[in-house]
């Protein structure tokens, strides 16, 4: 008896010392039981370290000790998938029930999950020392997607999952993986992986980075007459009469006309807005131009239809089976309607901007971040109906939205 009292006194003396715990920039540091720690400061984490620490004052059994030690000590033990977790805590929860990633602010969560597709994708970027901030902000910016809004959960996933799939197309250069086996001496393995590159690409703001094709219009109607003539005058040898060129080599991207490859004139006309754009319904593409349809009721959300209405953009592969001028454009994510081959086919979407064109060279440099701050306007204004919508784990949805959006 008087020595479970001795132990009683001289851990009411000791345990205030038991635990020390410090943040210290992005570490949270100390020591438990005489052994030093440090470990990436998580906010769920900490929390914890300090309820622990205030349960030891009130120990009063060698057995509260070392449970209170033990259950401490796992904290400090992470395992390497909790190292990659901890390097986005602020903005990443994982579910022990389900092993799903979720989006996470300040200890609030969403409550769609991500897909797996991009929960591996961060992992992987992660483990390869690379920035996966924008992919938490594409999926951010997924969120606010109304086809996306509108599914049961069984849809959202699918269509989470083919978006997500879709960023991760690879394509590989059979003339690159020539070249480095001739060249370098590689394995056709080796090669094989240095010429492959993904297919679309994820801006720093969480924009998606496709491609378009087009065809140039390269004639206009005589405003006279209505008789269709070419657009620039043409020059002949002449000596011999062949034709030397039209002036378009003068020209920059942004003076040309574009029109869709494929459907041309047809289907629903589309707006063609910036400072060199139409601003009116029509059929045109332009450098340096936002190109939208009118409402959604003019895209075709079912990811199981192809060549129907909406407007297209795609991948590398994709736009390989078309001739004509390719144009680089950036999507946001809360536009996307559909992916209707998530490894080679089409993204249909309501709107697209055009940042530059294989046809020549720009007049001016487009950011994918003039673009982004515009569709969070777009977002600011549609942004407070939308949120009723999403059922969040938490009460507060319009309080949580926007410190997602602060990330």
């Known amino acids: 008896?008087?020595?479970?009292v001795n132990f009683v006194n001289n851990l009411n003396k000791t345990n205030k010392t038991m635990i020390f715990i410090n943040r210290l920039n992005d570490k949270i540091t100390g020591s438990y039981d005489k052994k030093d720690f440090s470990i990436p400061y998580s906010e769920e984490t900490f929390t914890k370290m300090k309820d622990l620490e205030e349960t030891l004052e009130g120990a009063t059994t060698r057995e509260d000790y070392v449970a209170i030690i033990a259950e401490f000590e796992k904290?400090?033990?992470?395992?390497?998938?909790?190292?990659?977790?901890?390097?986005?805590?602020?903005?990443?929860?994982?579910?022990?029930?389900?092993?799903k990633m979720h989006l996470k602010s300040k200890g609030k969560i969403t409550s769609i999950p991500m897909p797996d597709t991009l929960k591996d994708r961060?992992?992987?970027?992660?483990?390869?020392?690379?920035?996966?901030?924008?992919?938490?902000?594409?999926?951010?910016?997924f969120l606010r997607n109304p086809v996306l809004r509108g599914y049961d959960a069984i849809h959202q996933e699918d269509f989470s999952y083919r978006v997500f799939s879709y960023i991760d197309m690879i394509y590989t250069d059979p003339k690159k993986v020539k070249e480095l086996i001739e060249k370098e001496g590689l394995s056709y393995d080796k090669a094989t992986e240095l010429a492959g590159t993904y297919q679309v690409k994820v801006t720093k703001e969480g924009l998606l980075a496709g491609y378009k094709i087009s065809e140039e219009i390269d004639w206009k109607f005589d405003t006279a007459?209505?008789?269709?003539?070419?657009?620039?005058t043409q020059v002949f040898n002449e000596d011999t009469g062949e034709l030397e060129g039209d002036g378009r080599s003068d020209l920059t991207n942004e003076q040309r006309l574009f029109r869709p490859a494929v459907m041309k004139d047809g289907g629903d006309a589309?707006?063609?807005?910036?400072?060199?754009?139409?601003?009116?319904?029509?059929?045109?593409i332009k450098v340096g131009c936002t190109h939208r349809l009118e409402d959604w009721s003019q895209v075709n959300t079912n990811s199981n239809s192809v060549c129907v209405k909406g407007l297209h953009i795609g991948g590398i592969h994709y736009i390989s089976g078309y001739g004509g001028i390719i144009h680089q454009v950036f999507v946001d994510p809360s536009h996307i309607g559909a992916v209707c081959d998530h490894e080679t086919g089409a993204?249909?979407?309501i709107q697209y901007f055009v940042y530059d064109s294989f046809a020549g060279v720009n007049g001016s440099i487009y950011h994918s971040s003039t673009y982004a701050a515009k569709t969070d306007a777009q977002?600011?204004?549609?942004?407070?109906?939308?949120?009723?919508d999403y059922k969040e784990l938490?009460?507060?949805?319009?309080?949580?939205?926007?410190e997602i959006n602060s990330i």
């Not at 008896?1 to 479970?4: D, G, S, T």
């Not at 961060?122 to 910016?141: C, V, Y």
Request: contains cysteine; hydrophobic residues 35%; aromatic residues 10%.
């Open 394 to 402: 938490n009460e507060k949805a319009e309080s949580e939205q926007d």
């Open 1 to 4: 008896m008087l020595k479970c």
């Open 75 to 99: 904290l400090t033990v992470l395992k390497p998938f909790d190292w990659i977790v901890s390097k986005a805590s602020n903005d990443l929860y994982i579910s022990e029930k389900t092993g």
């Open 379 to 388: 977002w600011e204004t549609e942004k407070v109906e939308i949120l009723k």
């Open 270 to 284: 589309f707006y063609c807005e910036g400072p060199n754009g139409s601003n009116k319904l029509g059929h045109i």
């Open 347 to 349: 993204i249909r979407c």
């Open 122 to 141: 961060i992992i992987l970027s992660a483990e390869k020392g690379i920035d996966f901030t924008p992919l938490i902000k594409f999926w951010i910016r």
């Open 225 to 232: 007459t209505g008789e269709k003539i070419n657009r620039y």
